[in-house]
């Protein structure tokens, strides 16, 4: 299938790793123009040179998405290398600690609202005044299952990926009128760095080492899943590729739930 987006340029905010990695070079095989951004620089290096090598065009600018004055570097880098923005794609987010509604602190729930939210109103308050002077401009948020259907652990990250969801759905209404596509992508269990995280504090709490951890982990969280198995970054990042196409460009404000089956409902 033809996308039709050989040299737009795009951001992908925490792509030093895991699904950010993987939308970053599912987009540059595409011919897009790749900027990845993140806080550990020699990951960011190491993707750049992959997808350099590959043919395609990536620059990387090692900065914290959680603070502003960082975020418009970002931007202001992009702009200056690549003359203009198509794409944002807002990856960054995660738990700043795992653990339950009475174990977390102010400072847990404060910390991960920075983390998972306002790092997405940064990104796109300061990317919309070059996102509307594209042709074909995306936004496209990465929120989570645990969104729409939370378990039972968490729960300062479940609610700061349910309000992804909303801002997701204003900021469409918000930008219509400027032809800007706004939507947001709900993974289920993905093989990525949080993933590990956690793998690493079950494997501490069963008292297992951590290679046990992760073969019980992905047994149990497969069981939940009718396809059977826990995704990957690249399951995630052929839609997020998708989205960012002209095949999409009557799609707005919409919410994709991707989870090999895992969503109970239809929504």
């Known amino acids: 299938m033809e996308l039709d987006l050989k040299g737009r340029v795009a951001i ?76 944002l794609v807002n990856n960054v987010g995660g738990a700043t600690k795992f653990a339950g509604f009475f174990e977390l602190t102010d400072s847990d729930w404060m910390e991960t609202f920075q983390l998972n939210v306002m ?16 042709q074909a401009a995306r936004i496209i948020n990465i929120s989570s299952i645990s969104g729409v259907e939370p378990g039972s652990y968490n729960p300062h990250y479940t609610i700061t990926k349910a309000a992804i969801i909303n801002l997701s759905k204003f900021i469409s209404n918000l930008v219509a009128d400027k032809n800007i596509l706004v939507n947001v992508v709900c993974p289920g269990p993905v093989h990525s760095h949080s993933w590990d995280m956690n793998i690493e504090r079950i494997a501490k709490v069963r008292n297992i080492p951590i290679e046990k951890a992760k073969a019980q982990i992905d047994s149990e969280e497969s069981a939940k899943i009718p396809i059977g198995r826990i995704g990957d970054g690249e399951d995630v990042a052929s839609l997020v590729t998708f989205l960012a196409s002209e095949k999409s460009r009557w799609i707005t404000g919409s919410c994709f739930h991707i989870n090999g089956g895992k969503l109970h409902s239809i929504s």
């Open 12 to 87: 992908v905010t925490g792509s030093g790793k895991g699904i950010g990695k993987s939308i970053a070079m599912s987009l540059a095989k595409e011919g897009v123009k790749v900027v990845i951004c993140a806080r550990n620089e020699e990951s960011l290096s190491s993707i750049r040179d992959d997808i350099n090598k590959s043919g395609g065009e990536c620059l990387y600018v090692c900065a914290d998405a959680c603070k502003p004055e960082q975020v418009q570097k970002v931007i202001d880098t992009t702009i200056e290398k690549f003359g203009g923005l198509d794409i």
């Open 119 to 134: 790092s997405a109103v940064y990104s796109i308050r300061y990317a919309l005044p070059f996102l509307q002077q594209s």
